[in-house]
């Protein structure tokens, strides 16, 4: 428990540090966007492709579990994505609602957790659901959102609207141009990896910073529907993804016993910031949002311990 606590105590210091200089006036009203802007247009576009490009093949090709982590995050995604459409939710929401549901924190909380209970053997795992994560359910998550923002033009301008902003689209275009320097061979120079590392890692500090800063100048006041939305998608996210993977990965695709405990763990992370992200680069609402990652935060502490303890 407390080793799980020293690894998120960082993320809850960036939060509050967004948190009391948006309090206290150091940045203004308009910085969430900003910092946001940053984070979307530089330093998460310098990592995707860094992740991409540095990737190994070899090392990350394990096709069970692959498949185990990407039929959770699929399943849950899917069923959010059905039940906010069937309550009326905008295709646009509903794909962020899912990605609240299915968007493990792998990067910021997953590499340090896993290496710390599993060893060396686990940073390939978090390796790849990292690529799984901000790379292939992230661009998922955006095209389903570009699909819903043009659903009301013409049908036979969709595709082609769509496409054109997905090519536009930073968050899409970094990781695919990363796969195409690691699919090449190529070694990237010296300076330039350097580069990538100081931009990119800006992602994860400047999204925390900014969902502090959109926290502070967030009412606290929610409606009691808005506390069950809140509610099922932290559960789903804590409780269904990792059970989903558990069943993938056991029962159905027979992983060894400690593929799956990885598998599972890594499912069992709470919601990273690229959500987040999204809400506030499509002017989508993202109160919700900001609320699902902080408390799924807070309450992984329990629920990764408790999975911890029956496993062991």
């Known amino acids: 428990?407390?080793?799980?606590?020293?690894?998120?105590?960082?993320?809850?210091?960036?939060i509050l540090a967004g948190w009391t200089a948006r309090k206290t006036g150091a940045l203004g009203p308009n910085a969430t966007r900003e910092v946001n802007r940053l984070v979307v247009y530089l330093a998460l576009p310098a990592m995707l492709f860094d992740i991409m490009a540095n990737a190994n093949l070899s090392e990350i090709w394990q096709p069970g579990l692959i498949l185990a982590f990407s039929a959770g995050c699929a399943s849950i995604f899917g069923l959010t994505v059905s039940w906010r459409l069937a309550k009326g939710r905008h295709l646009a929401d509903a794909s962020i609602d899912a990605l609240n549901a299915s968007y493990a924190n792998t990067g910021f909380i997953g590499f340090p957790l896993i290496l710390s209970l599993v060893g060396d053997v686990?940073?390939?795992?978090?390796?790849?659901?990292?690529?799984?994560?901000?790379?292939?359910?992230?661009a998922f998550a955006i095209i389903c959102i570009e699909?819903?923002?043009?659903?009301?033009?013409?049908?036979?301008?969709?595709?082609?609207?769509?496409?054109?902003?997905?090519?536009?689209?930073?968050?899409?275009?970094?990781?695919?141009?990363?796969?195409l320097v690691m699919g090449s061979g190529l070694i990237l120079p010296a300076p330039l990896e350097k580069f990538l590392k100081l931009l990119g890692g800006a992602a994860s500090p400047c999204a925390l910073i900014a969902l502090g800063l959109f926290l502070a100048g967030t009412p606290a006041g929610q409606t009691a529907s808005r506390k069950?939305?809140?509610?099922?998608?932290?559960?789903?996210?804590?409780?269904?993804?990792?059970?989903a993977t558990f069943l993938i990965a056991g029962p159905l695709l027979q992983l060894p016993p400690a593929a799956t405990?990885?598998?599972?763990?890594?499912?069992?992370?709470?919601?990273?910031?690229?959500?987040?992200?999204?809400?506030?680069?499509?002017?989508?609402?993202?109160?919700?949002t900001g609320r699902v990652i902080l408390v799924s935060t807070i309450l992984s502490l329990l629920t990764i311990s408790a999975y911890l303890a029956v496993a062991s």
């Open 261 to 288: 405990h990885t598998a599972v763990l890594l499912s069992a992370l709470p919601t990273g910031t690229g959500p987040f992200m999204l809400a506030e680069f499509y002017n989508r609402e993202a109160s919700l």
């Open 228 to 243: 069950t939305t809140e509610g099922i998608l932290v559960g789903l996210k804590l409780v269904g993804q990792p059970l």
């Open 147 to 179: 699909v819903g923002l043009q659903a009301e033009t013409r049908r036979s301008a969709i595709f082609t609207k769509t496409f054109k902003s997905l090519a536009k689209n930073p968050l899409l275009v970094a990781p695919v141009c990363g796969a």
């Open 122 to 138: 686990g940073r390939a795992p978090a390796l790849i659901t990292t690529i799984l994560t901000v790379c292939v359910l992230f």
């Open 1 to 14: 428990m407390l080793a799980n606590l020293l690894i998120v105590l960082p993320i809850f210091a960036l």
